[in-house]
């Protein structure tokens, strides 16, 4: 049978009983956020070194149709985060968010392994690049029920008054992935050399990805569920069901993908396109040092950016920082000439606005919708809305840029990004018909163990 465990803050004594409780909560959130590290880890890993395996998998006497072979490739992997959203969000919803974690992780961890000893096109043929499209798809599938099924559970376990601040975390570990792999990236160059790095040395940031996923997975053997959940309401039928959500919550759905556009395309965008931008104007090592320097940055930024969004409102929180992208972020990107300074002014002007945005974002959607539907609810807009715009974007963001007409893709980034605050303004006023009362402070931190 389960045990429940007192909160961590239902009592200022520092008794043993609440000591212990404040230890299963950290282990539980730190188990929950990481896993956003090591898909970060392995998606800008992707990104930067995507000119390298390109030629490998895709080879072409011109390296930008190479280039463009290895981006359809992540954006066919995005592509099926639906189905992700679908399955995992399912699982968790009617099984519990530690299994649907589980899974997601094993399949993450499978696909970096599957990436890191896949042969190239000159040894195995048309298999290479089909062994690759597989572990991406498996990523992309891990991917798409990882987010949801975390963020459910994170927004179970935090205190009323501080969402943004646990929602932070989840930009701080984005962040921190993005600065190992840039670190990681930069010191295989300079150890190994460029020459080495383009011939097999882009395996290893990969392998790397794969153990990261193997700790974690043994961190969540040991994840608690959530009290929410295990008091959550409604019928075996309406747990999960893709109906419900669609149907009785349709209007909570269209809000999130209003909201999550702007992110799915600035992500596809700025933690994909821009490396490779630079690797293509550069060279790698101003591009990791580039990279190194902004995720350091945001690194720094990410609890203070969660904790000013609790206090100032997600709504006035996310109008500033759109108000900042759309005066930086177009003269940004248009400006980009392979120096240090404009990739970093460039890479930034897109990641701080995707922290900002991350931070509010579990908190907003947590509230839309009740907890037997809360996984596959946030799971299937975030998903659906990634794979169309996220997905897309660094193809058609360097196709675009060979033909002179990167205004107009950045002119469309501003627009999906401008739809972000007034869905905030309308996701306030909306609550899901089903939803339960929030539930007291014992409960929102209290964890269940499953033994």
Known sequence: MPTTLPSPEASSKASPEATGA???????????????????FDWLGYGLFAPLLAPHFFPSSNPVTSLIGAFTLLGIGVL????????????ADRRGRRPALMLAISLMTAGSFLIGVTPTYGTAGLLAPLILLIARVAQGISSGGEWPAAAAYLMEVAPPKRKSLYGSLFSLTTAAGAFTAAMLGGALTGALGADAMAAWGWRIPFLVGGVFGIILLVLRRQLAET?????????????????QVLVTHRRQVLLSVLFIAGMGTVGGTWTSVIPAMGQRLSGPGTTFGVVICATATLIVINVPVGLLA??????RFLLGATVLFAATAPYSFL???????SLLFAYLSGTVY???????????????????????GMGLPNAVTSAVLGGV???????????????????????????????????????AP????PAPALDTTSLTLVK
């Open 22 to 40: 404040k230890k299963a909560h950290r282990r539980a959130v730190t188990a929950t956020v990481v896993g956003n590290f090591v898909e970060s």
């Open 80 to 91: 099926v985060r639906p189905l992700g959203g679908i399955l995992l969000g399912r699982l």
């Open 227 to 243: 009290e929410v959940f295990r008091r959550a309401t409604g019928s075996r039928a309406t747990r999960g069901s893709l109906r």
């Open 310 to 315: 609790d206090k100032v409102g997600p709504k």
């Open 335 to 341: 400006s980009i000439d392979g120096t240090f300074a």
């Open 354 to 376: 995707l922290v900002c945005a991350t931070t509010t974002l579990p908190g907003i959607l947590a509230e839309l919708f009740p907890a037997e539907n809360r996984a596959l």
């Open 393 to 431: 974007a660094p193809a058609l963001a360097t196709y675009l840029g060979e033909h002179g007409a990167s205004g107009w893709f950045i002119a469309g980034v501003l627009a999906a990004v401008l739809l972000a605050w007034p869905a905030t303004f309308l996701a306030q006023r909306t609550a």
């Open 434 to 437: 089903s939803a339960p009362e």
